[in-house]
């Protein structure tokens, strides 16, 4: 399925969502499977090494390490923000086996400041295969994804 984002140039893509869709900014909460109706700025770019070359891109790129991870825990002081594993509060590891994050555009969301429970790591990733629904990140599959990244410093999210 998927749904059409358009690239820096106005090319579409086929995307996927979060599972439960887009909710109005206001209403995204930690865990719902959403995907925020916002104007979502591409912070930087974290990468595979052992699996891709350095991409290019309009912002800062990353490799990440096997010991990388991002905090999904309210809770937490690094509540929305890298951590390096083992971490002691809830966290996804960021060097999957399944690859949906040999390539990963941290967006801003949640994140100046940061507010416990508002939603954590809406990233841009590579997309599963058939475009399946993501936990509310935005994902394209990568040659998509390489294409569009050059020129993009931000990406629009608005119900259709």
Known sequence: ????????????????????????????????????AAVLPLRRLLFRADRLPRPTAAV??????PDDGWCDDPGDPAYNRMVRLPHPARHERLW????????VGVLGWNDAPTVPGRGS????????????????????????????????????????
């Open 1 to 36: 399925m998927g749904t059409l984002l358009r690239g820096p140039d106005g090319r579409p893509f086929r995307c996927a969502l979060g599972r439960a869709g887009i909710v109005p900014a206001e209403a995204k909460r930690e865990g719902d499977g959403a995907t925020p």
């Open 60 to 65: 800062p790129v990353e490799p990440i390490a």
């Open 96 to 103: 999957r086996e399944d690859g949906l994050y040999d390539l």
């Open 121 to 160: 790591a809406i990233f841009l990733h590579v997309a599963s295969p058939g475009l399946g629904p993501t936990e509310g990140c935005i994902a394209l599959a990568l040659p998509d994804l390489l294409a569009v990244l050059p020129g993009l410093r931000a990406i629009e999210v608005r119900p259709a």
